[in-house]
């Protein structure tokens, strides 16, 4: 696929800066002022943003280069800085809602509570939420862990499920958070916990970056249904528009397509080693009429 040489100059701005805060308000017009656009990134999100060799990637992040394309178009800054903020799970939203980042690109669900607070654009994947096991383990749904330990990423959706459902079916399951998603991994491999409950597709990305892939196993039906999607300000209706619009530009057009490719059926850093995941029918379903309305 072709790419215009002024968005390879902002994928180089952006993976060779490191950001300093934003300053809140009006995304388009600080913009036009030349202040940069900051981009928020996570470090373990694999294939949606992560860190390989010190340096950001992911689907997310390829979407959110593409978009700061359009937003150059759309202000005229010739030069415009692109800055990378790397986030975590416990804090993305407040970086967002605060006004240090501009947009965050990783793998977070667009749901009702979170929209009293930020804003997202069109879903740019949907999963569900499932459990990461020891490929020897008994588990194969939420039940079986009764009595036993269910760890998942402090601030996630999936989190908040496990101990709704814990609470109301009493299934007396210890929970536990761990800080990101690569430490509720190993949490699982060395045994300080039963399971792993995160969306499949985080789970799949995480265990084939793993040392011995083959000693996990994914299981169970979906605990929750997830359409992730990039975070943005919440009152800022001219800056989303430009996203949305870049959004559903890039779906309709299908150049979406060989950027999910890229992420999910090649291989990719840093083991090299496919995803094997093609679109789902929930999403193929859902980008034939791209919106960022979602019943969550």
């Known amino acids: 696929m072709f790419l215009p040489a002024s968005f390879h100059r902002l994928a180089a701005l952006a ?35 992560y860190i390989d060799q010190g340096k950001p990637m992911g689907y997310a992040l390829d979407l959110c280069l593409r978009i700061a394309e359009a937003v150059r178009k759309k202000t005229g800054v010739k030069d415009m800085p692109v ?27 667009n749901n009702a509570e979170r929209r009293k607070d930020v804003a997202f654009t069109i879903p740019h994947f949907i999963t569900g939420a499932r459990l990461l096991v020891p490929v ?7 039940e079986d862990l009764e009595g036993k330990k269910l760890v998942s990423t402090k601030g996630t959706t999936p989190l908040k ?16 958070e761990a800080p990101d998603h690569e430490a ?13 409950v995160m969306d499949d597709v985080l789970l799949f990305g995480l265990m084939a970056n793993r ?11 979906f605990v929750t249904t997830e359409p992730l999607a990039i975070m943005l300000p919440k009152d800022d209706a001219e800056f989303k528009a430009v996203v949305d619009e870049e959004m559903r530009r890039l779906i309709q057009s299908r150049e979406i397509q060989p950027i999910y ?28 009429y791209p919106t960022d309305q979602v019943p969550f």
């Open 161 to 176: 499920a496990a101990e709704q459902a814990n609470r109301e079916r009493l299934m007396r399951i210890q929970m536990l």
């Open 15 to 49: 993976l060779l800066c490191c950001a300093p805060l934003a300053q809140a308000g009006d995304v388009l017009s600080r913009v036009r002022t030349g202040a940069p656009l900051v981009i928020a990134h996570r470090e373990s999100s694999v294939p949606f943003s």
């Open 136 to 142: 020897n383990s008994s588990v194969t749904r939420i």
């Open 83 to 109: 800055k990378l903020l790397q986030v975590t799970p416990a804090n993305r939203i407040e970086i967002i809602k605060s006004g240090q980042a501009d947009m965050e690109c990783g793998s977070t669900t």
């Open 261 to 288: 490719d890229k992420w999910f059926l090649q291989p990719i850093a840093p083991t090299q080693r496919a995803l094997n995941l093609p679109v789902s029918y929930l999403l193929r379903d859902f980008w034939k």
């Open 211 to 221: 040392p011995e892939p083959g000693k996990l196993k994914v299981v169970g039906r």
């Open 184 to 196: 509720a991994v190993v949490m699982v491999e060395k045994g300080q916990a039963d399971a792993f």
